[in-house]
């Protein structure tokens, strides 16, 4: 299903008219890709994967994704903040009472080409002073009472267990989602709990400023392993996302993860997933010797990378039990206006919904 198809108002307002001075905008949305061009994507993608990583090499990938991961942090500590104003035009189940709030845009000031380039449809920076201004509502006016976050944290036997909506954050990184959330929403029964596989960026979470409100709680847990460490009980969730972090992890075993996910969710709960879609530029960038299998590859700095179709996210989770409410490509055309680069970007959002009953 195309966006167009899928009607879907949040992004899509800029399209690129027959004739039209391409330069004119940081960004296009909607971009028809024509058969040859994607034939063109395809053949370029085989011929990179002529030459593979061994099988000793994909092995030291898997066993040592954390080391991979927390050396990118130790790195990068959190220049990799993003601008993350589509969260709650996307997902604005994120923050229900808050509809269209107003986020503070956070500085994205990394000159990674990867990373830089890669992930985000709507950080354009014209784009979200639209959105901000044109969105202003009473949530301005809402200030977090502490007092009531306290009195819910008193006699918990788990971390969580008085909140009233609880989000899990699943790769969290060093807070791009979790950090915007807490802020819009301002419930005091809102509980944030977020993960990582790297112990780093788990760090540099609570580091920040807006940790100590006790709304908040950042562990350490592999995904594909044991959830045994995580504070919260099964069915206790009401919302999961997964923002460009199933990419990281082997093929293989996100369906697994799928499954865990449906077992701590509430019935009635929600998955928010967003994360590359198949012939995406940072695919058709790995050359030669990158590739691990088909559409998973790894980068110089050993983090890997998978690129998804659609029917691939729908299986994923539909296989586990979950409904699925969206499933969309994001397909956009960012234009670097300085150097007249044209980069074609495609992405896939997609809901998924557990059944009451089940
Ligand atoms: C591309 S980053 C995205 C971070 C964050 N979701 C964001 O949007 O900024 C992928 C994240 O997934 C984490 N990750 C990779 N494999 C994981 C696993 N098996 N379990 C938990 N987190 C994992 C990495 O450490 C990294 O922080």
Request: glycine fraction near 6%.
């Amino acid at each position: 299903m195309t966006r167009e198809e899928g009607k879907r108002p949040q992004f899509g307002g800029r399209v690129l008219g027959e004739g039209e001075d391409v330069f004119k905008h940081n960004a296009w949305d909607n971009v028809e890709w024509d058969e040859g061009q994607e034939e063109a994507a395809a053949a370029a993608i085989k011929e990179a994967a002529d030459i593979r990583v061994s099988e000793d090499a994909a092995e030291g990938y898997e066993k040592k994704a954390d080391e991979y991961w927390d050396t990118f942090y130790g790195i990068h500590q959190n220049r990799f903040f993003k601008d993350r104003n589509w969260l709650f035009t996307e997902f604005p189940d994120l923050a229900p009472k808050y509809r269209g709030a107003p986020v503070r845009v956070y500085t994205k000031n990394t000159k990674d080409p990867d990373l830089a380039l890669a992930e985000e449809s709507a950080e354009n920076k014209e784009e979200n002073s639209d959105e901000v201004e044109g969105n202003k509502c009473d949530a301005e006016l809402d200030i977090l009472d502490r007092s009531k976050v306290e009195e819910l944290r008193t006699g918990e036997e788990w971390f969580g267990e008085n909140s009233h909506y609880r989000v899990l954050e699943v790769g969290c990184g060093t807070g791009s989602t979790v950090y915007p959330i807490l802020e819009v929403n301002t419930e005091p029964g809102l509980m944030v709990y977020c993960c990582d596989l790297s112990k780093t960026a788990v760090n540099l979470v609570k580091e920040h400023k807006e940790f100590s409100q006790k709304r908040c709680f950042s562990f350490v847990c592999d995904v594909t392993k044991d959830w045994s460490e995580a504070p919260f009980k099964p069915e206790s969730l009401d919302i999961v996302t997964l923002i460009f972090v199933l990419s990281a992890i082997h093929p293989e075993k996100m369906r697994n993860i799928a499954n865990q996910i449906f077992k701590y969710m509430k019935p009635g709960g929600q998955v928010f997933f967003r994360d590359y879609g198949r012939y995406d530029m940072a695919q058709l960038r790995f050359k030669k010797g990158r590739c691990i299998q088909d559409n998973f590859y790894v980068r110089g700095d050993g983090t890997r990378c998978y690129f998804f179709t659609q029917e691939e996210i729908t299986d994923i989770f539909t296989s586990q039990g979950f409904n699925q409410t969206q499933n969309i490509v994001d397909r956009r055309l960012q234009v670097n206006r300085g150097k007249k680069l044209k980069m074609y970007r495609v992405w896939i959002q997609a809901k998924f919904v557990k059944p009451i009953s089940s």
